[in-house]
């Protein structure tokens, strides 16, 4: 069964330092999602991705996060600065058409450590 | 705002037990409700969804009903196994009101023991 695939799986940072997280997502799919997860917490909604540009984004992912699908197959999350509060689990997911008629299928996750 | 309210964890039972994890959710339109689950280690699994009032998801043993009068969407199981250990989150989608995101609950961690 197709699967989205995320790298690397734990990504340790330095405060201040750039990071990229990295996704493959389902061949069909044309939505794209980053949700996070901080410990302990609810996932939160981060951003979507369809046709080249974001649908949608949260209150969090503000002017330090940027989205990117520089081929056909990739979708990555950039943090440009990183801060201690970044720390969380990054799920990517894609789905084939719009959430009400089919769901998010999500990768395992990278765990980002910001020391 | 929609929102997801979800029964608080940790919850352990003992193998055959009937489980119950509650959801209620709060939603400006007319939501898809979905369970996911987590096992160790891994991603976010879809488990059962139901897109309109009065939908029954099943899957693995596991049910759910959408029920609108009482915004409700408990996760139902008659007889856990050790390998139903794992964490479940109950989500939403309201396109309608919120475009394509999913609004997720905080979790419920369940341990069966043998």
């Known amino acids: 069964e197709p699967e989205v695939t995320q790298t690397p799986s734990h990504q340790v940072t330095q405060m201040g330092q750039e990071v990229i997280l990295r996704c493959v997502p389902i061949s069909n799919h044309l939505y794209f999602y980053w949700y996070r997860q901080i410990l302990g917490q609810k996932v939160e909604f981060l951003v979507s991705?369809?046709?080249?540009?974001?649908?949608?984004k949260s209150e969090i992912f503000d002017d330090q996060f940027s989205v990117e699908r520089p081929d056909g197959s990739n979708f990555t999350l950039k943090i440009r600065s990183t801060k201690l509060e970044d720390s969380a689990m990054y799920f990517c997911?894609?789905?084939?058409?719009?959430?009400?008629?089919?769901?998010?299928?999500f990768g395992d996750g990278t765990r980002l450590s910001i020391l | 705002g929609d929102s997801v309210t979800q029964m608080e964890g940790p919850v352990t039972l003992s193998e055959e037990a009937f489980l119950t994890i509650n959801c209620t959710y709060t939603?400006?339109?007319?939501?898809?409700l979905f369970w996911y689950v987590q096992y160790p280690g891994e991603g976010l699994q879809l488990l059962l969804k139901a897109t309109k009032a009065d939908d029954k998801g099943s899957n693995k043993g596991f049910e759910a009903t959408y029920r609108k009068e009482t915004t409700s969407f408990h996760l139902e199981k008659g007889s856990v196994q050790v390998s139903d250990s794992a964490v479940y989150f109950c989500?939403?989608?309201?396109?309608?009101?919120?475009?394509?995101?999913?609004?997720f609950g905080t979790g419920t961690s369940l341990t069966v023991i043998p």
């Open positions: 997911a894609s789905s084939v058409g719009t959430v009400l008629n089919q769901p998010q299928h």
């Open positions: 991705f369809y046709n080249n540009e974001i649908s949608e």
């Open positions: 939603a400006t339109g007319y939501p898809s």
């Open positions: 989500a939403l989608s309201d396109p309608g009101a919120t475009g394509n995101q999913f609004y």
